[in-house]
């Protein structure tokens, strides 16, 4: 009974339920039982649900990586789907209810709160581990039901191991080993690696290696600096004769004229001569 309520398809269409039909009740002038619908309400409703599936599927996808994510990691997906619906709709100028997507986006973000709190406290992950090299003493590990695994091959019983663990690059996996691994992942069983495990259920970081730092390395280098005054001078030179022609003399000149008189330029254009400014 408890793997049916947590599996994927019922925690769908409880969702669709929630945010696609209870709106619809709720909302004055909403009659979805009234057939046939107006292109309104079933563009709405269609766009609401298009968006709750994407962000469940979203949400599914991440699962499949280690770890405990936060309650509050669904709000970018579901901003993000809703988003994208809501360009869509304007894109095609299809006629939709505003009032019905606020709503649905609310109940939305409401419902994967409910679930992704459900989901962290009422299921610990079940994860087979390979004790070899690192992996050996996995099961320190607090949060995760560890199962050992002695001999490549998965555990009597029936019960579906969600993950297993292994230390991909420990001397001891031998052939066996690893043709077992490869088969779990032809299986759709995640695989993962020690290393990224141990930070996502520990959130530390071990270090393997630190490399030495040559002091003042972040100081200029003056044969840098020197070599780069020059590219800068050379560049300015080099761009005199494109930007000297594109100024004017005649319109730089700034002052109040006093007396002058109108003369001519050889080419017939007349102008008139400064005499005084102030």
């Not at 945010?19 to 057939?35: D, E, G, K, T």
């Not at 989901?119 to 070899?132: A, F, S």
């Not at 420990?170 to 299986?187: G, I, R, V």
């Not at 630190?210 to 200029?220: A, F, K, Q, R, V």
Request: net charge neutral; with cysteine; aromatic share 10%.
């Amino acid at each position: 009974m408890k793997k049916f309520l947590t599996s994927f398809y019922t925690r769908l269409a409880v969702g669709l339920l929630f945010v696609c039909a209870l709106p619809a009740f709720l909302l004055p002038h909403w009659n979805p039982l009234a057939l046939p619908a107006g292109l309104m309400q079933e563009v709405s409703m269609a766009a609401v649900a298009l968006a709750f599936v994407a962000s469940m599927l979203s949400m599914q996808r991440f699962d499949w990586f280690p770890g405990r994510r936060s309650i509050f990691a669904g709000i970018t997906i579901v901003l993000g789907w809703y988003g994208v619906l809501a360009g869509l709709l304007m894109a095609t100028r299809l006629p939709y209810s505003l009032t019905y997507l606020t709503a649905g986006l609310c109940l939305t973000l409401l419902f994967m709160l409910l679930q992704s709190t459900w989901m962290r406290h009422g299921q610990v992950p079940r994860m087979g581990y390979v004790p070899l090299g690192r992996a050996s003493r996995l099961d320190l590990i607090k949060d995760v039901e560890w199962v050992r695994l002695d001999e490549p091959a998965l555990p009597n019983g029936g019960q579906r191991l969600d993950a297993i663990v292994a230390d991909l690059h420990a001397p001891a996996l031998t052939n066996a080993w690893q043709k077992f691994l490869a088969d779990c992942t032809l299986q759709h069983m995640p695989v993962y690696n020690i290393r990224q495990v141990e930070e996502a259920l520990t959130g530390r970081v071990k270090i393997h290696h630190m490399y030495e730092n040559t002091l003042g390395s972040l100081l200029p280098n003056p044969t840098y600096m020197a070599i780069k005054y020059v590219l800068e001078v050379a560049l300015i030179l080099l761009s005199l004769p494109i930007v000297l022609p594109c100024i004017d003399p005649l319109n730089s000149c700034t002052g109040v004229i006093v007396e002058g008189n109108d003369d001519e330029y050889p080419d017939g254009r007349r102008y008139q001569a400064l005499d005084g400014q102030a």
